[in-house]
């Protein structure tokens, strides 16, 4: 782990909000060279403290107006590979994220559908039918807000 100082918390800060900042933008709101900036940014990388940029899409605008957090229950873990499931469910299009979780669960889910019946449609044709696939909770999301995280972003 390393130190992080105030520049370093706002640099952070400020790429969590928009990624596709320059060194230079940035380094202008820090009050640092494009220089410095971007060996910042190099350093915060190396460290695995920022990894990658991501590109958050309108899921409504696409289409896909339902989402759907499922916890799935495998129903014989003796006679499944974790790696199968995993593998066959990460191959569902519709599923945006597979966490592999402790507790009630042995998976939770992300799922994304253009409707209820569409839903409905991918939870019985495509998810209940994967190899080891027990009992499902579902919890359909009505809002979603992005809360700030330990670094204020």
Same mark, same amino acid.
Request: proline letters at 3%; charged letters at 30%.
């Given at each position: 782990?390393?130190?992080?100082?105030?520049?370093?918390?706002?640099?952070?800060?400020?790429?969590?909000?928009?990624?596709?900042? #320059?060194?230079?933008?940035?380094?202008?709101?820090?009050?640092? #060279?494009?220089?410095?900036?971007?060996?910042?940014?190099?350093?915060?990388? #190396?460290?695995?403290?920022?990894?990658?940029?991501?590109?958050?899409?309108?899921?409504?605008?696409?289409?896909?107006?339902?989402?759907?957090?499922?916890?799935?229950?495998?129903?014989?873990?003796?006679?499944?590979?974790?790696?199968?499931?995993?593998?066959?469910?990460?191959?569902?299009?519709?599923?945006?994220?597979?966490?592999?979780?402790?507790?009630?669960?042995?998976?939770?889910?992300?799922?994304?559908?253009?409707?209820?019946?569409?839903?409905?449609?991918?939870?019985?044709?495509?998810?209940?039918?994967?190899?080891?696939?027990?009992?499902?909770?579902?919890?359909?999301?009505? #809002?979603?807000?992005?809360?700030?995280?330990?670094?204020?972003?």
């Amino acid at each position: 782990m390393i130190a992080l100082d105030e520049i370093d918390r706002k640099l952070i800060q400020s790429l969590a909000r928009d990624a596709t900042q #320059s060194a230079g933008a940035l380094g202008r709101y820090l009050g640092l #060279s494009q220089p410095a900036t971007w060996r910042r940014i190099k350093r915060l990388e #190396s460290a695995g403290i920022l990894r990658g940029k991501r590109l958050r899409l309108n899921r409504e605008v696409l289409g896909f107006g339902v989402t759907v957090f499922l916890g799935v229950k495998l129903a014989t873990k003796g006679h499944v590979s974790l790696d199968d499931f995993e593998r066959a469910v990460s191959a569902i299009p519709e599923v945006q994220t597979v966490e592999h979780v402790l507790g009630l669960y042995d998976y939770r889910l992300r799922v994304v559908a253009r409707d209820l019946a569409d839903f409905e449609r991918v939870l019985r044709r495509r998810i209940m039918t994967l190899p080891g696939a027990g009992a499902v909770e579902a919890n359909v999301l009505l #809002s979603e807000e992005r809360l700030r995280g330990p670094l204020g972003s």
